[in-house]
Structures are given as structure tokens and as C-alpha cells.
């Protein structure tokens, strides 16, 4: 079976495992205060153009997201999120472990708006009884969603102002940033001009594991590695995270390896279409989410791992393809063909 | 101006004060451990027929919501509620603080159904990264509910079926139970019997303040009591909660006084009917919530304080009328009288 | 029995029974934004000279303290305090459940010094790993402490400015303050120059129940109704604490009727000394913790209700013996006759 | 400078880099669902003759002791371990940031005694006001300890039966636990035998990292790996931590490798004493405690990284010295030669 359920079904670049390789008997600090570590905020900041931006290496999305948020909220305050947000849905809580409340708002493809969050604010105040009811504290959005969508440069440039407006830190959630730098317009130098905070994703873009934070608001950053150890992602080898991301930012790979499986997924979108087969959601990146007949389904479950997202109706499923910096071209055509070859 | 906005603008029942009065230099032991919460306890047994139920008094409805729901959830467990529950949209993320997710469900003037329990659960264990989900742990439901309507025995015992098939406590939030026991067919034996744990509302029915959580459920009440102290609910002089539910539940005045207030709500819906006015919800119980044109509303406002619940349209708001155990007849009569005078 | 075991076995001064029971019928808003609760709180800002201090209201001392702190802290900061401090010791980790740790410091009688918090805050810094490690962020004293002393004003002036110098805020825990305003020189004026919060206690200083929070510090007070609305301690009718607190503040009562619990305290002390009977530790304030053998403990115990406070040796007991406001005369002369007559 | 500060400052043993790299673009399930992990959970349960034992992989050692322990404990309950524990100095309050006291008390060599539980447990049922104070709800323990000491398997046995008989979970923390299995006489099937759940550790045993938690008791299995996905603990490519352990439990690679350094940690030890250093503690595994004079220390800094530990007097510090798996030989030898030569 070939998997395109998801995009961390290999391990990582193999510039990286040569690079683990290389320097393992190195002796080194721990806990990130080590050369490598100093080296990949150097390349990350640079990338950023944000030369005083703050960078921290964790393991884990998770991890990263419970950390952040929790390191700016006041208790009686929750973060702001569409509905469908990683961190509403499929955490297990981690936020809410921390204390806090997350604020769903509906979401369009998995995207909220600088309107809605005005609003929210708003009714918040306008409520007499606001006291009773948790405070929108910041703002959390992920890019791609969790439907593969993205924020464009002039959407994210007006949450970013709405934000300010109301003081609310915006931290956008990069799980698999490389893939949105990859297919839309915005960069890495307007994410650190418009966000609070954010990460840049290793562990679905090519790294074993690890999620850069790069913190662009002193007063967030002040003391924010104590965050890191107590809630578990403060590495003891923290060069692990260094060496990687290292890699990934040298010789642009990151942006380059992250193209090439948006490229792909063009190419299978491509022929979905050509098949008359609809899309759940008209994602640009990295995954896509066909709505497959159960005959279509059957036929192409039958050499490769896809994803069940939902339901559609009783003789249709929304599915979810998903290719990765590690996607074989060979892989591609085989599916491709296997998408030619499958029942109306 | 005369206060219809809501149930807690007067004092207590004045048994409670005379009581208060009579015991005020009386000596005795601290923390809930005194002859009258004995005394108090032995009566809402014996009102529940549940001669075995624990009962503790608790100051409040936030705290008594919050202690029960963290003494029962492990820390990746939610609490099932309408998305209107008070926990849900008025405690300030209290149930949040405590680290657990509110798992808000699709409501019906406030209420929710034994089928949406099943559903939930089903759907939980059905998803393939069910472990990435806050599990259901409980269901938490309110009666009255924020819209002043209440649960059938019929509905309330499905809802207890599913919650025993699924192994989820029941626990019911009666911060307005008198009133709901004035205006429905659920009496408090049926609450012993089919929730694992309810609370008895004091400050909206005639105490100063208070609320008196029974527990049926025998592995609930393990050391609950520290669960108490820990979240603040632990009167030093504990004394003052019995001396007022004792004095409730002599010679039935719980009931007898809630009954008033429903009976006074149900005058005040008749004359609005016979206005014409339509109301949002039909509640049977001491809240109504009508729909009123800005000149009515305008004109009722001259002489009473009502409370804003929602706007309707541009030209029309739905308010809150509220009486309780204090309401005065012949504010009554004048709040019938003004109903009766203003505009179409 | 006669109790002297604690200083809540009564109820409240009858000046607040009076007055809760005159004013029962009235209508006021809740939620503490009635009258009762503006004119109490301007009579606290009269009485500590803080025309600019807020004053909130909550229901009881566990509370005060979890809200206050919980408040302050960010996640990675703990509290100093004594070690033997009440949020240590007694309540049942209410500061350690919204997620801090306590960072208890050897106490002497109960107190902890201005040194002791400027060595720790130094420690920390001057730790390595200091970011593995619990940052001290504000610092808990309470006066009267567990043990009855006090500071005097040179000790709470030194641990004030030690506590600005590093950006500690400090809270002064005043569940039994009126007995240490009426034993020592620490006045209410001090607390408001020297500290960024504290609270006046209601419940074993002549209320039913209830604190009065002062904050002098406007960060500290921003948002802070939220808080008390989520740790359960915002009472619908607010105005029982008003109520209190302003029969407490009118005519001096609340100074006066401390005061006279520590001369009764006094008149037992002189009455144990002239018996040879030792003190476990030397308090000015309204307890008492004379070292009895097994036979005067005997003696005493047959008519009297005292507190067992630690074993010293095999053949005695340190006790502890508390008067309150509501200490009757004629208790008192028959403790002293039973102390006289006990054997040696 | 050559780095005898911790046991972290190198990477993995060559053989997990080179599975890493063998398997690097395989496709496999996430989330330690795949075939690795499931090999390396086999090789665990043999080596622990525990085949029913369940076992899951987390990232690092904070995590893992915050994700046992707030899965064991209700809110009410702290956990007992030695005041010198990991958990209650160095992870920057992780286990009170999910609400729970860690109950620390005193310590020898960083050891805590059945005895001391037995009392623990006692004086805490023994307290009237019990229910004021955070109940006792698990032992944690480290084996070896901070201080490199070790449990004896009398010790251990004595530990768990006390433990068993107040049915409070015994939970070890094996960071560093190949080390004390090549110094000690505890196994792995002793552990298996008398814990309920227990680590053995990686990141500082020749992974990369990562640490294995072996459960036994399967109450505490019971929904474990959402607490993982909720503490920021599930590894989207789980594979890499089933790679790891999975070479480092072939061929007896955990006990072999950490035996070395054990070895190696000897020879330091014989030649510190043969010059007369006096130890803080004694400790039989990788970690020393020589208590140098400054000039010593200056001597052996020239070269070496040393870790500082404790101030001992005007002229003497008490230092660490670390071996591990990684550590060669040829620097032992220069270590040795400059402890020879280093002043007396």
C-alpha cells in the first residue's frame, strides 16, 4: 500500500539525518543554548527579515500551541479561533488543560475574518454582563487551515490590524507553513510583520520533528523558556531541533522541498477534475478533499492509504489526499493512473 | 422603578433572618458540621426519599457547578451541555480553569436530548483519532433551564438511561429548582433517582444564599468534601447554609413559596397574551421572555427595571420578566396595569 | 461546653442582623454594584486612607487567597511564603489547583523577613537552571499568622521595599486583621501605603462571612471582577457583603469589637503565666497556645472546648485557646476560675 | 574543553542513526501505532517479564513525569515524593500546573523510606482538619536519584507494599535508569513486579531521546494515551521513539552501554579518593559529587567542563562529574591524569 493519508508517514530530509549523523559525537550545551541552535536563528531570522524576532524550537504542534497561549492569557481570558481550529478539535483539550477557554467562531474553510474578531470584541464589551462571560484574550488562525486554505496577504493583513486595534496577540499556527509559503502570497517576512507570534512547521515539512516559534513581541517572549520546561517541550538535546531546522534553512530547502509537494498535489487535483470528481473544499496546498463515489473509493483503497474526512451522503465520502516533501513522483503517476482508471 | 429584571434583588425569606437571629450566639463546630446542616440534610433526604444521598451545602451556583464537574472528570474528559448552559456561557470559563473542556451540543429552548447524548458518544468512539478529542465524561443539564423551560419525567428518564448505559454521571444544575418544581411534573424523588448528582438552588428560591448539592451516587461523594474546601465553597461558619435550608425545607416552604412566584409569572403571560405579545420561548416557569416593540418596552421601562435578553429586529427586543419568591402583589398589579396601558 | 476552640462558633455581630433584616425587602442590583456594597467600600477607603483603592467583596479567605494570587501569577511564577502559611498548609492546595507552586520559606513564628525574600529572589537568579526552576513572582504574608504574631511596622516596611525593588507584589492576608490592628502598629493606613493587596476579614472578625479585598495597585485591580466570577466568589446579591462590611466600618465596630477580644485573650494569658503554664509561642493577637500537661488539659476540657494544636512531649500538649468579638465576659471568668483551680 | 558536565552532551548511539537512516523513507502509520514501536513495546515486556505490561513512548522526562501524574491524581490529591525530587525543584512546577501539590518530604541521598509514607499517610488521616489539606494520592520516586544514589531492592520492596496497602500508585522516574541497573540490584522485572508505572529513560541512555513508560497497573492504562496527546507528549512520527528503543533493547544494547559508563564513573571515583577528595554523597552510578578546593577545581576547569553543585564552605565546592554511554575512554585518561596532577 502507498500512503497519501498525511504528510508524516516518512521520516525527514535526508540533509538532516547526514547532518545528525555527522556531528553526533559532538559534545554540546543542552537545552537549546547550543551552536546549532544559535546557527538556525540566525538563518530563521534572516529568512524572516526580522533580525531581533525571538526563536524557540519545540518538538511538537501540540506542545507548541498550549505553550504559546497559555504564556499570554490571563486566566479569565480564552483565545479566539475558528470553530474548526486544531486547537477547538483535535488536542484532546490541551488548551483547556491550561486553563482556558477556546472561543469558537464559525469558520469559512476553515478561515475566520478581521470582521469577526471585531465583532466578538464588541458583543463582548456590549454585554453587561461581560464580566460573566470569558474575555477574548488573542487571536489563533492556522496556515493552511485544516482545509488547506489560506489566509491571503490582504486577509491576514487586516486581522493583523484588527488585532492591534483591540491589543489581542495573533499567533498563527505554521504546522505546515511550507506548504502555504509554497502556494500563496504571503512570507515569511509578513508573518513577522503581521503575527505576535508563529511557528514554522518542522515535523510535516521535512524535519523528523520540531516547530520553530518565532516571537516577534518582546513582552511575549519575556521569559518564555520557563513556558517551554514546564509544559514538557524544553528538549535536553536541544541541538536535535537546531541542527534540524538548520538544515531545512539552508540553501532555501525548506521553501523548496515544500513546493515540490504542492506541485504534486496540482498535478492530482489536475486529474480529479479531469475526472469530473467535485472538491469538498477548494484547497491550494498540500491536501485535497475529493468527494470519491464508494465504487471510486473501493478502487483507489485498493493500493493506496487515503483519509476519510466525512461523510457526504450515503453513496459519497468526503476524502482527504495529502502529499508531502517526500512524495515520490513514481507514487504520483501510479495514482494518477489508478484515478484515470476508476469508475464514474 | 420596581425590579422585575431578575430573582435575587431581595434579601431571604424571613424565616431565614429570624432564624439567623434567634441562633446568632449560639456556639458551634465549623465547616458543615453542626446540628442545623444535620437538621437541613435529614429534611432534603427526606424531601428526596433518598435516605442515603450525601448533602453538602455550597455558597454558590458558579462554585457549586465548578467543584462537582472537577471532582468527577479526569483531566482529558469534557462536560456535555446544551451550548447555551450557564457553565458554558456565563461562569467566566470557571469549568475551563479547572482544566476541562465545555462540549457545547446543539440545544432546544436550552434543553437537549437523551439522543444527542448517544450521538455524542457514538460519534466520540467513532472517530478514528478519538484519543485527539476531549472524551465525554459527564452531562451536565440545567432545571430550569437559562430560558425558564424544563425537562418531562419522560425526557429527563431517557436522559438518565444513557448517561447509566454510557457509565456518564448526571448532574443537574437547580440553581431555579423550586420554580421548576412548581411549574413540572420532575419532583425532587425523581431527581434522587435519576441523576447522580443535583443541586438545590437557595439563592434564587428564598435564602440569602446557597446552594445544597445532593449526591446519590456513592463514588461522586468520595472525599468531596476536600473538593469543597479546595475550591472555596467551605463556610467557616458552615452553620449559616443549614440554618437556612433548614428553615426552607420546614413545612414545605421551599415549595410553597416558589409556587407563588410561578403562579404570579403566569398572570403576567396571560396579560401579555391578551396584548397580543408573542414570546421567544415558552417557559412555564418564573422567567418570561417577551417580545416587545420599543415603544412597549419604552413605556414598561418608565416604572420597571426589566432585563435586556436579546434583540429581535430592528424595531423589537425580547426582554426578561422575572418574578420570584418575593414578588409583591401589588407590584404585580402594577406591572399588569402598565402592560395593560401601553402601546400596541 | 464553652467553646474557645476557634473564632467562629458564633454568628455576627447583631448590628448586621439588624440591618440585614431591615433592609430584606429592598431591591438592589447584584452582583456587588448595589449601595450597600459603594457605601461599605467607601468607608474601607476612609478608614485606610486610599480614597483610590478598589475594594471587592468576596465570600470567604480560601477564596480571597486563590483569586488574589491566581490573579497575579503568570504560569511559571509561584508564591513565597511562610512555610507554615495558610495556602500552604491548609487549603486543601486551592493556590497549587489554578496551577502555581507555593515556595515555602522557614518561617519564625509564622513570620518570614525582608532578608529571606531578597536571599530567594536572588537564589533563583543566580541559578543556572533557574529557568527549570519555579520563578518567585509576588509574595503572601498573613497578619495575624497561623500563630497569632504579628510584624511590626519596621519589618512590613522592610519586606515592603524589598518586594518593590524586585517587582514582587505583595499580599497581606488579613482573615483575623482586626485582631492585629487592635494588638499591634501596623494600622490600616500602612497596609494601603506598604501593600499592593491584603484583605480585611469579615468572617472571624464580627460578619457572617465574607472579605474585603483592598488593591492598591491599579494593574493588580484591572480586570480583576472576572476573576472573582470565576473562582465561584461573586455573590449574586452582593449585597450581604455590603451589608456587613458597612455595620463593620460605621462607628469604628470593627476595631472596637476586635479590641476587646484581645483583652479577654490578655486577661487568660496573665491567668496561665501566673500558673507557671508556658506558651508554645508568644502571641499578642486573640490566640492563645499555652502548653498544658495531659491533667490540666484534662482539667480544662471538661467544661470547655479548646484546640489541640501539636504534641510537645509525652506528657504534654500545646492547646489553642481563642477569644473572639463575640467572647462572652462571664466564659471568660469561668475559664480563668477553671485554669486557676487546674492542677500544676 | 572536554565535557564531563551531564550525560546529554552527545547524540545517540550510532545504531539508532543508523535505522533511522535505514528506515528513513518508509511509510508508516503515526502516532506510535506502527510496527516499530510495536517491537520495541515486545522487547520491553520480555526485558521486564511483564508481557501483559502495557508501554508508550513520550518525548522527555518533564513530560512524562507531569503526563503520570495528572493522570493518576484527582484535584484533591498531591503526590509524595523526596523534597530533593526532580519534580519538585527542576521542572519549573510542571505538575502544579496541572493542579496538583507535590508533597515533598525529607530526604537522605535523595532517598525517601517506606517508613516515611507509612507516616505521611498516617498524620494526614490523623489531622481533624484533614480535609483542609491535600491528600497523599501517589509516590514518586527516582531511581537512581538526583543524587546518584540508588534504591536497594529491599528498600524498593518495602516502598511498594506500603504503598500497596494505602493504595497510593508507585510511580518511578528512570531517567537515568540504565545506569542504576548496572549498579544496582534492582532489575527491570523487579520494577514491573513492584511499581505501577515507571520509566526507563533515553534521552540520558543512549537515544536521542525519549522515555519509554512502562504501566502495570491497568487502571492507570486506562485512556493514557489521550493524557499523552493532551500534555504535548504524542509524537506525530512515533516510529522515531519505537526505532530508538527498539535498537536500544537489542542485543542488551541499554544495559551494556550504560555499564561502560558506570565503569568509567568508578575509575573517576578510585582515583578522586586515591587523592584524597572527599564526596558530598556516595553514589555508585555515572554522577560524582568530589568536593574540590578551588584550586583544585581551577586545575581540572582548564580543560574540563565540570558542572557546579553546591557551595561547601569559603574554599570548597562540591562538584558533578558525569559519565555516559557516550563517554571515551581517552578522556577518561586525560581526566584521570589531571585529577593526578591537580593540587592537594
Request: hydrophobic share 40%; aromatic share 6%.
Amino acid at each position: 500500500m502507498i500512503r497519501f493519508d498525511c504528510d508524516y508517514v516518512e521520516g525527514a530530509h535526508p540533509s538532516i539525518l547526514e547532518e545528525l549523523t555527522r556531528s553526533n559525537l559532538e559534545q554540546t550545551a543542552g537545552y537549546g543554548e547550543d551552536p546549532y541552535c544559535a546557527a538556525a536563528r540566525g538563518k530563521i531570522q534572516a529568512a524572516c527579515r526580522a533580525p531581533l524576532a525571538a526563536v524557540h524550537f519545540l518538538v511538537g504542534g501540540t506542545q507548541a500551541n498550549a505553550t504559546v497561549i497559555a504564556s499570554i492569557l490571563r486566566p479569565h481570558q480564552g483565545v479566539l479561533c475558528a470553530a474548526t481550529g486544531h486547537i477547538n478539535v483535535h488536542e484532546t483539550g490541551a488548551v483547556e488543560a491550561t486553563g482556558h477557554k477556546v472561543l469558537g467562531l464559525p469558520h469559512k474553510d476553515g478561515k475566520i475574518t478581521a470582521a469577526q474578531v471585531e465583532e466578538a470584541v464588541r458583543n463582548h464589551y456590549a454585554d453587561s454582563a461581560f464580566e460573566h462571560i470569558v474575555q477574548p484574550g488573542m487571536v489563533y488562525i492556522s496556515h493552511p487551515t485544516e482545509f488547506g486554505t489560506l489566509y491571503s496577504l490582504e486577509e491576514l493583513t487586516a486581522l493583523s490590524e484588527v488585532c492591534r486595534r483591540h491589543h489581542l496577540p495573533l499567533f498563527l499556527d505554521g504546522a505546515r507553513l511550507g506548504y502555504g509559503l509554497a502556494a500563496g502570497d504571503v512570507q515569511l517576512p509578513d508573518l513577522a510583520r503581521l503575527c505576535d507570534v508563529f511557528y514554522i512547521g518542522g515535523t510535516k515539512c521535512g524535519a523528523l520533528f520540531g516547530e520553530a516559534v518565532v516571537i516577534t513581541d518582546p513582552a511575549i517572549n519575556q521569559d518564555f523558556r520557563y513556558h517551554i520546561k514546564q509544559r514538557g517541550g524544553m528538549l535536553a538535546k536541544g541541538r536535535l531541533l537546531g541542527i534540524q531546522f538548520d538544515a531545512l534553512f539552508t540553501e532555501d530547502r525548506y521553501t523548496a522541498i515544500t513546493a515540490g509537494a504542492v506541485r504534486q498535489a496540482a498535478r492530482i487535483r489536475e486529474k480529479l477534475q479531469s475526472r469530473g470528481v467535485p472538491m469538498l473544499i477548494d484547497s491550494p496546498t498540500n491536501q485535497l478533499f475529493p468527494i470519491l463515489s464508494h465504487a471510486q473509493r473501493g478502487a483507489l483503497e485498493e493500493r493506496f492509504v487515503l483519509s476519510h474526512w466525512q461523510r457526504v451522503d450515503e453513496n459519497h465520502d468526503a476524502m482527504r489526499i495529502c502529499t508531502s516533501w517526500a512524495t515520490r513522483e513514481e507514487n504520483v503517476e501510479k495514482l494518477l493512473a489508478a484515478i484515470e482508471g476508476m469508475p464514474e
